[in-house]
């Protein structure tokens, strides 16, 4: 338990006080009693001097009568210290007192003094003798006597006045100590209060003392300081926010890692970037938070080399994400090495990269088949084969389909082209979903019948009108019917359904073709994507039906869902608004 700052200088002045009474107690005792003994005996010693003026024969006579005057005991002794005469006991009784201190001291100095047990009496005595001398011989000792208790009793009396004295003086030292220890302990205190309150983080103004003293200018150093930290603790917060909006509205993702390895900071970019399993990584290592080999290797080598260092690192299983990691060091931190990376997804300009490298390669492969046969049979009837009327009237034809699918290809681009550049301009309108679906299953029914296929229309009259523009809704519809006329072996069947929702109208289109793998689902809409690349050409597309389907789907504010199951069939639905009355 703490001990209050208020009770330790009250306790100081306190030892203080008792230090300087018990001194006081110990030299004022001895010194009143040194001074009533030497009163005493100064009065002893004028009484036998007067004693020694009358010294005579008659002297002895009168010795009790002197002993009442000088209140004390009178012994007369001669020259060899036989005793005479005595004011209080019998000559006869005493013994020869010639070796008593006080008057073996009075024969060599003329006047001696003794303090000891009296026997005779049984209590301290002060005893004083005067020689009595004619000329230089000494006739006789006059020894006066008086008990100490009287010096003692008068010690006491004076000592209770002193220590009334004592206990008064106190009193008013204990109140002048709590007034001092309060005066001394209360600007502490506030000080104390003050920053306790500033440590848990209490909102705080300023010390105020009514003091001149030091404390006055600690508390006013205190509140320069406070002040000064108040100050650098909103530049610091200022400069924090700004930092987190920084790494907030970046593209990039920040990691900061200790001189430890272990991970301090992680932006709300790079969890957004990331999988759920890497949101918790505050306190980890690299290792532990991503489990990646590749990231932890760039790390390291960071660590060994001190240069920066750029990698493209895989993340994730299922849902693979790339990121360009940049590894550099955190300067201005002089008492620790920190580490920053930098994360930048581009999973999307890879697989953009990847889409424009699989279009141009498409794209060549898509032109330069049609044109290589129209060079080769135009090189054919240049070489003489439009002499025979038969075999160029038969290559001609080749050419013209070869260049028609070469000009149905670049209308499609253009198609494609058009609706990504919002240059297509779509009159929208209230439109019957039933009519049309009439119209195109007549355009498609002859393909259909060559096949074997039956096409089952289930869209009830009257069906919930939508909202669309009625030439793209029929190009719309053509390009997912040829399709699954196209792709659904002959006897198969095509099936086409509609069910209207809260704010859509769906159309589906099912066939029971060979189906799509799974994995390939996710892509068709992509341009020139094919799942079976030589039987769609055997079969006259371009590879850009759907993708022009999603295209204008999406400019309608709708969607394109595709369901597929291998050797079971493929469901095409399309997501139209309804109209409004």
Known sequence: MKRSLFYKIFFSYMVIISVSFLLLDIFMRD???????????????????????????????????????????ITLINERGKVFADSEKDVALLENHFNRPEVQEARLRSTGKSVRYSES????????AVAVKEGQEIKGYIRMARPLHEVQSIIDKV????????FIVAIIALGIALFFSYRLYEPINTMKQFTEKLRRGEPVGSIILG??????????NI?????????????????????????????????????????????????????????????????????????????LEFREKRANVSREIIFGNLEKVILSISISAVYDYPDEEKTMIVFHDVTRLKKLEQIRMDFVANVTHEIKTPLTAII???????????????????????ILKQAERLNRLVEDLLTISNIEMKEIVLNLEKVSLTSVVNSVISLIQSKAD?????????VPD??????????????ILVNVMDNAVKFTPEGGKVVIDAEASESYAVVSVSDTGSGVPSDDVQRLGERFYRVDKSRSRDLGGTGLGLSIVKHLMIAHGGRMEIESQLDKGTKVSLFFLKATE
């Open 31 to 73: 010194e009143v009693k040194k001074v009533l003994t030497s009163r005493i005996e100064n009065e002893l010693l004028s009484s036998a001097k007067l004693i020694d003026l009358t010294f005579s024969g008659k002297a002895s006579g009168q010795v009790k009568q002197m002993a009442e005057i000088s209140d004390s005991r």
């Open 121 to 128: 009496l049984g209590i301290d005595m002060l005893y004083v």
């Open 159 to 166: 000592y209770q006045y002193i220590l009334l004295t004592m």
């Open 211 to 220: 003091t001149a003293d030091e404390t006055r200018t600690l508390a006013d």
């Open 223 to 299: 509140n320069y300081l406070v002040e000064e930290l108040k100050d650098k603790i909103r530049v610091a917060h200022e400069e924090k926010s700004k930092l987190m909006t920084a790494f907030t509205n970046m593209n990039e993702g920040i990691l900061i890692i200790d001189e430890q390895g272990l991970i301090e900071f992680s932006s709300p970019v790079l969890s957004n970037m990331l999988a759920i399993q890497y949101e918790h990584v505050i306190g980890k290592t690299l290792v532990e938070a991503f489990r990646n080999i590749d990231l932890q290797k760039a790390f």
């Open 376 to 398: 080769g049979y135009l090189e054919t009837i240049q070489s003489g084969a439009i002499n025979d009327k038969e075999e160029t009237k038969k290559f001609i034809d080749i």
């Open 450 to 458: 060559q096949k074997k296929i039956a096409v089952h229309n289930n």
């Open 462 to 475: 009257g069906f919930t009108p939508i909202k669309a523009d009625r030439d793209r809704l029929t190009q």
